[in-house]
T-cell receptor, first 115, second 113 residues
Framework: AQSVTQLGSHVSVSEGALVLLRCNYSSSVPPYLFWYVQYPNQGLQLLLKYTSAATLVKGINGFEAEFKKSETSFHLTKPSAHMSDAAEYFCAVSAYTGGGNKLTFGTGTQLKVEL | EAGVAQSPRYKIIEKRQSVAFWCNPISGHATLYWYQQILGQGPKLLIQFQNNGVVDDSQLPKDRFSAERLKGVDSTLKIQPAKLEDSAVYLC???????????FGPGTRLTVL
């Protein structure tokens, strides 16, 4: 069984500051890990994914995440926040279970960017 | 390349009424998923199709929810009768067969009064 825990349902940063959104996972098999972003009244857009290649994954819009097996973490970072980054971010874990790839999502982190 | 299409975008109904949502996946994507996203929560998988067959419907409340993908392309999710707690965003996603990346549509926001 897979699960995801996102620490902090709301994060607020100043424009230009570092963004750090935390995600810890639990998986009984080697996981695939994803970060999705959701803007108001829109669907989920894939930011980046880890699929057992490089542990540091670069995504769109300047975001990146590092897979740390020893810490079971996949935290999302961006060096400098922009107003347009304000959105809800979801971490998800996927594992092939014979019935297909099932995504299990965390509860999300709402990112607020202030001037 | 066109993304996942969903309609309607918004729907308001009274409890005990019926409602249906439609999804057209990305061309060539054999796997289709329906998720329910309740306000303040992450999406929860309701049902997964591989072509026109059901792979996983363990989280689908089968007493009131049904879904079909008759020709292995577009899909319909139905709720009959609706309850207040069904108010949520219903997201459709698709992926290549065996693919690890799911692509999401814009969702249908359902309000049950």
């Amino acid at each position: 069984a897979q699960s995801v825990t996102q620490l902090g349902s709301h994060v607020s940063v100043s424009e230009g500051a570092l963004v750090l959104l935390r995600c810890n996972y639990s998986s009984s098999v080697p996981p695939y890990l994803f970060w999705y972003v959701q803007y108001p009244n829109q669907g989920l857009q894939l930011l980046l994914k880890y699929t057992s290649a490089a542990t540091l994954v670069k995504g769109i819009n300047g975001f990146e995440a590092e897979f740390k097996k020893s810490e079971t973490s996949f935290h999302l970072t961006k060096p400098s926040a922009h107003m347009s980054d304000a959105a809800e971010y979801f971490c998800a874990v996927s594992a092939y279970t014979g019935g297909g790839n099932k995504l299990t999502f965390g509860t999300g982190t709402q990112l607020k960017v202030e001037l | 390349e066109a993304g996942v299409a969903q309609s309607p975008r918004y729907k308001i109904i009274e409890k005990r009424q019926s409602v249906a949502f439609w999804c057209n996946p990305i061309s060539g994507h054999a796997t289709l998923y329906w998720y329910q996203q309740i306000l303040g929560q992450g999406p929860k998988l309701l049902i997964q199709f591989q072509n026109n067959g059901v792979v996983d419907d363990s989280q689908l409340p089968k007493d009131r929810f049904s879904a079909e993908r008759l020709k292995g392309v577009d899909s319909t999710l139905k709720i009959q009768p609706a309850k207040l707690e069904d108010s949520a965003v219903y997201l459709c996603a698709s992926s290549l067969s065996g693919g690890n990346t799911q692509y999401f549509g814009p969702g249908t926001r359902l309000t049950v009064l």
